[in-house]
């Protein structure tokens, strides 16, 4: 089917759809200061506030890595997708604040916008711009205009963050180690309420850094693998 043509399908609930993200993605959550020394954090409100600003990190599964400097090139569209989800879920995804083509119905992102964003989420500009391929929509890239092209089909999370307990803090490094509940796995249970999975897709140990920056607040320093579902950061075992 022809994209320009799926999209304008989806060009009536626009408005719907970006209040909609607009309402899930407006939290302000409180800057972290970076501890000098290792401690742990057992505050419920704290994991909260980490798992909603890793509800856009995780969403897709990002493939790991060490640092932003070196992810592989193949990879940065992932990282670019972050990104984007990241502004249609932020308080600037109010309706009228994201342009659109009124022929399509797609949003309309410009290169610097995108490029401002992961700078925020990941400390660095992304080395490449590049159409994204996702299971449900593609974000093409237009190098003439530099522009985004989101058509307005919505996305359903792939995978939702619960983070571990306890949390520790190293320096300036906050080490988080998340279980990926796939989206697919939940239940509804005898009264039609939904019910997590009790087994993750899998776990991954996630570095983030606080930063003074209220609309996103910590920056994402890595992603890496676990040795098994009952590995923790640390080295320590889950009882």
Known sequence: ????????????????????????????????????????????????????????IVVHGPDPFDSVGAVPVGSIPQLLD???????????????????????????????????EFEKIFGEPPPIHASIEGSDFDFVYDPEEKIYRIPVTGSLSIYLPRVRLPIKKTGGAIELTVDYLAYNDYQLDARGLYVEPTVPAKTMLITLYAQADEDCPYRVGAIRQTFGADYVAGGAKLG
């Open 1 to 56: 089917m022809d994209k320009h043509r799926r999209a304008h399908r989806w060009a009536f609930p626009l408005g719907v759809l970006l209040t909609a993200l607009a309402v899930v993605g407006a939290v302000t959550l409180a800057r972290l200061a970076a501890g000098g020394i290792r401690q742990q954090i057992q505050n419920p409100k704290e994991k909260q506030a980490y798992e909603a600003f890793l509800a856009k």
């Open 82 to 116: 972050i990104s984007i989800w990241s502004i249609l879920r932020g308080p600037d995804a109010a309706p009228g604040r994201i342009p659109w083509d009124p022929d399509t119905g797609e949003l309309l992102l410009g290169q610097e916008r995108v490029a401002a």
